[in-house]
């Protein structure tokens, strides 16, 4: 039907006392996510929106089935919140939050490494089945459901393209966003091989972006692996330069990195890589016929 | 945020890595007290972010006294890719028998720190890296495991170093990586550590670069960072915003990194027009955070046009259109403005912007925002 | 090295930990002025590093100035178990609600650091523990993993706090938890940590004990521990060393724990003799410390004779025998010496010891050369 | 034949070329002890009594086979050397050194615990198996081979138990120094379980100190599971108190600690608790017979 979430998804949200995760958990209900429970230290016994309120992640585990939980807490203790979730056993984990320190989110990332727990984020806009359940802060009204799966980099853009797809009446099976930090949870290869693996997906749009190697890392699996077309894009061709910083970034890269690396990497894997998220609908169309 | 190169050295000093004797100084009469204690043959080095400043000129030998002080003015006014030195470090000129590499960086891919070392340091260490890579080692390290002093000796020892340079070698390393963890760095370089011909091991520069996320945990950083900063500045980075000033007439506010990439791609794609800013909100947006990122726009000499494009997903997008509607009441804006807003509470959104004046494009592309923002600096109608 | 409670609760409070407003006098002029800033009425509190202070009258509560100066002069005169004051705290008195518990010391077994907490602290804790010992909720820690504010959360939980209280009861636990190890402290005590009638979690009382072995790493608190000591015992401590006085009259140097508990046992079984000190050099002899050794024995007065039991594992006990020689010729010294050495170079050793005037016994047993000892206080020849 | 070492026993010394090092081994090679390499970093390519020298643990490993490694380095860095010869998978690790701070020590059998190597010490004289091993600092000519185990958590004390027992024609089969630390890598019990089951001692020899509860927990295993004689002494029955320390410790004993406590518990599990060592030969004859 879908990765990660469909309607039957039981979910946690993490911070759900503060002002965005209680507008935010308003917005998911509305989409029609089943959320379960909410965890606020200190606040157990309240409500929000008519979900249950508890200290930990522990305890509302020993009160409800939950498969996934979605953070909405202050950066400085998003390593700490991640790793609850993921010693809890949740099994999916989506950290919305920005700007959370990259050390600790390489500590987040090695903890879940080896668990079981697969986290999206930070700095993501969430997943989303169209009709089905989301998870995080996407726009509803942009998404509709079809077969095409859509993973982005970017966070904006990912609402940009699905609504693109929307208006073209090309829906989506999940759209993820990836998370936009140096440091991602999960790498794009991770969520292309869910899409291969899903029968309702037919069709996957992977928008890119300059910086690490990603998109080269998902070219090579593309080539090797995936059994059904995927459209790219990358951003970022005119973006400026950042300062120079030291040789270590440059060496660590050997060269990728670049937009050009990163669309001829895909393209020469047999992907389409388009200039403008405008050609998105035709190629897809064509592709699909 | 990253650290001038006299400011790493004094973390360095202060974790027992051995820096050149050196002073800081903003003027060639204070080279001069600083020659007096350091001693001829000095190197005069500007003090700036901007890479590559030896090959620009800013790094020079001065042996005699007479040479001293034009070596100072020239790197004082020495204007690197548009930058000036602030002050210049003069340093005890070391006798140089090796030089060797250490940098210490993120491997985004796997999430790891990787620490790099080679025995072929100095300014052509890119170069080795095309040409030679296998002759830097790489050490992939797991954030959660404690990395031992064996441990740092076993990784140097591929080096071929041994005795007591094999000891004083790896504590640099081992030191670096734990100030590359302790000051939360996104990179820690040393290019060159320089073995002298007394067998001391010696950083001759440093390079770090603090994660402004986690400026929270290094006040004294925090707070330097802000010392610099006007009061716009400090809005926009309490806020988590980013604006880079470029070189066109089309100003820009985006709610996304990728969204503004995306529209100055389409922007770049009119011959009449280009980005003047790269500006992203992240997921900040309050009225008076879009009410500064208008001000600074329109103080851009020659800004033909604004384009907004935000989306409404944790963002209020519709306090976002009050800034606006403030910045162009406030300044009785007559240039054209064009936005895009969609997602939670669009509606409110167009609303007042429409009545401000803005032109609210309410189709899904950018491409048509960018179109519409075009048309009306052609002087057609939309 | 047990730290002074006004000394914890500096470390409590640069912790982020609260505690009472206070202040450490040494006179009850200085108490007066104390007071002036902390208010009636207040706790004068003896600072000793003796238990039981409560129960012995070295903690008084004061309600008016008339009553300050002489409550102050009794606890800085006040002994306990022997040992005055290093002048008293005066500490506002808190409105108490509840008193908890909190102790963080080690498991000997486990080799883990084993946090308790109950919510019934104060003096009797101990009665607690003995007759009620579910009370007491104890979570062993594995030192290889981090402890994260979430545990400690779950673990103030069954203590049945909520709300605002178990976040700050929970902070105080981790905190607490953090300076154990920080610091190295072999215990970490707060008894009792009290709830106020405003719900304000404040530490009432403060027991730090740091390792000895790891004083190198807290320089400040090495430097008040040599501060306090004369310069053998600097020595002593230097080497590892351990010196108790006790109330005999048989000096005792063993080159080992148990051996020195095994020689008291058998010393304390003639009803003659009685052990006048505990010493054992542990693995550091050197010719000085067992000289020093020496003179600090002869200095206790009535002192009967001198048992010296050594073994040459790691020790060069032909080292310490000089050592031996060498006070005894110093002093001229008169009184009996039985000495069992054995070990590497033992030979050696017992030729410099005879040569002095040293009755060795070269038997295994310490129940030889005590019998010699004992017989050569009763006259008998040996 | 003997527990822990014997004759084929390949030995490695950490910090062999320190002062203390270079004298030890060259007692412990008079032993007959087969010593096979050292370590000390930056001093690989030097000899000590022959013996080759290494930078590190790996190298020493990758020349030499090796089952157990004894440390005579500073306290300071004994916490990372254990942890370097676990992380080499060396079997048996006796570390010498005193003074070691406590919460390294607690670090270390953290590692140890989740490893395969048992850990001896810190504060330990070591082990021998008379005539065939010895690995540590015990003087040699106190020790003859013979079928009794000795346990001692004091040093100096296994020295003269063995002495004793040696001038009564008592043999002995291993000697192991417990470490005299506030914690131990190794406790009691699990040294009576390879004595347990080593065919050659008939009889195990017990000396405990007051403080802790080993011996405590050790009478309750050797009532449950021992089926050999065990012999005891506790030291400091009239040692003078510590200063009295908040009321952590008191509260973790729970009562045991004290010499009574250990000789009750141990009298009751069936073991001969003798008040002074001297009487040790006679009961251990006595129970051999």
Not at chain 2, 259 to 284: H, K, Q, R, V, W
Request: contains cysteine; proline residues 3%; aromatic residues 6%.
């Amino acid at each position: 039907m879908s990765i990660l979430v469909n309607k039957n998804t039981k979910v946690l949200v993490q911070g759900i006392t503060g002002k965005i995760g209680r507008a935010q958990t308003k917005y998911m209900l509305d989409a029609g996510t089943n959320i379960v429970a909410g965890v606020t230290p200190g606040k157990e016994g309240t409500k929000v929106y008519g979900i249950p309120v508890y200290d930990t992640v522990k305890e509302a585990k020993e009160n409800h089935d939950i498969d996934a939980s979605v953070l909405f807490v202050p950066a400085s203790i998003a390593r700490e919140c991640v790793i609850e979730a993921a010693k809890n056993k949740i099994k999916l984990i989506t950290l919305i939050t920005e700007h959370t320190p990259v050390h600790d989110v390489m500590e987040m990332k090695s903890y879940i490494d080896k668990s079981d727990s697969l986290l999206i984020g930070p700095t993501t806009p969430g997943i989303i089945s169209p009709g089905e359940c989301k998870i995080g802060i996407l726009p509803t009204n942009m998404f509709t459901p079809g077969s095409v799966g859509v993973i982005s980099r970017s966070g904006t853009l990912s609402y940009e393209v699905s609504a693109i797809l929307s208006d073209n009446n090309i829906g989506q099976s999940t759209v993820v966003g990836m998370g936009a930090d140096l440091v991602a949870g999960t790498n794009l290869i991770d969520i292309l091989k869910l899409f291969n693996s899903d029968k309702n997906t037919k069709l996957v749009v992977l928008i890119g972006e300059v910086g690490g190697s990603q998109e080269e890392d998902a070219a090579e699996y593309i080539k090797n692996e995936m059994n059904k077309p995927v459209v790219a894009y990358i951003a970022g061709g005119s973006a400026p330069d950042g300062k120079r910083m030291g040789h270590a970034g440059a060496i660590v890269e050997g060269g990728k990195g670049s937009a050009e690396s990163k669309i001829s990497h895909l393209t020469s894997s047999g992907v389409k890589v388009v200039s403008f998220l405008f050609e998105i609908p035709e190629v897809v169309k064509k592709l699909l016929q | 945020m990253r650290l001038y190169e006299y400011e790493a050295k004094k973390i360095f000093y202060s974790n027992e890595i051995k820096i050149p004797k050196s002073k800081m100084v903003y003027s060639s009469k204070d080279a001069k007290k600083a020659v007096q204690e350091i001693g001829f043959p000095v190197v005069v080095k500007s003090q700036t972010l901007i890479g590559g400043r030896g090959k620009a000129g800013g790094i020079k030998i001065v042996d005699e006294i007479k040479d001293l002080e034009k070596t100072v003015e020239e790197i004082l006014q020495l204007e690197i890719k548009g930058y000036k030195a602030n002050g210049v470090l003069i340093e005890e000129k070391l006798n140089i028998k090796q030089e060797l590499y250490c940098g210490i960086t993120i491997d985004r891919t796997l999430g790891k720190a990787v620490i790099m070392i080679s025995s072929e340091g100095g300014i052509d260490i890119e170069t080795v890296a095309n040409k030679d890579p296998d002759k830097i080692m790489k050490f992939m390290i797991d954030p959660t495991e404690e990395k031992f002093s064996y441990e740092f000796i076993e990784f140097v020892k591929k080096l071929d170093f041994s005795g007591k340079l094999l000891l004083k070698i790896s504590n640099v390393v081992k030191k670096l990586f734990e100030i590359f963890n302790n000051y939360d760095c996104k990179i820690a370089e040393i290019n060159p550590i320089v073995i002298t011909d007394q067998n001391d091991v010696i950083c001759a520069d440093a390079v770090l670069e603090i994660d402004d996320s986690a400026l929270f945990r290094h006040p004294n950083f925090k707070k330097r960072k802000l010392n610099s900063m006007n009061e716009r500045e400090k809005h926009f980075n309490k806020k988590g915003a980013t604006y880079v000033r470029l070189d066109g007439n089309i100003g820009l506010i985006c709610s996304g990194a990728g969204l503004g990439m995306a529209t100055m791609d389409l922007i770049n794609n009119y011959e009449n027009m280009s980005p003047a800013n790269f500006l992203e909100t992240g997921g900040g947006i309050t009225e008076d955070l879009v009410f500064d990122c208008m001000e600074l726009i329109i103080e851009i000499p020659d800004i033909k046009g604004i384009l907004l494009n935000l989306y409404g997903g944790i963002n209020p997008i519709h306090e976002g259109a009050k800034g606006v509607a403030r910045a162009i009441k406030k300044h009785n804006l007559k240039i054209p403005i064009v936005a895009k807003a969609l997602g939670n509470r669009q509606e409110e959104t167009w609303k007042i912007l429409e009545k401000s004046g803005v032109v609210v494009v309410k189709n899904f592309e950018t491409r048509k925002a960018v179109e519409t923002l075009a048309k009306i600096l052609e002087g057609e109608s939309v």
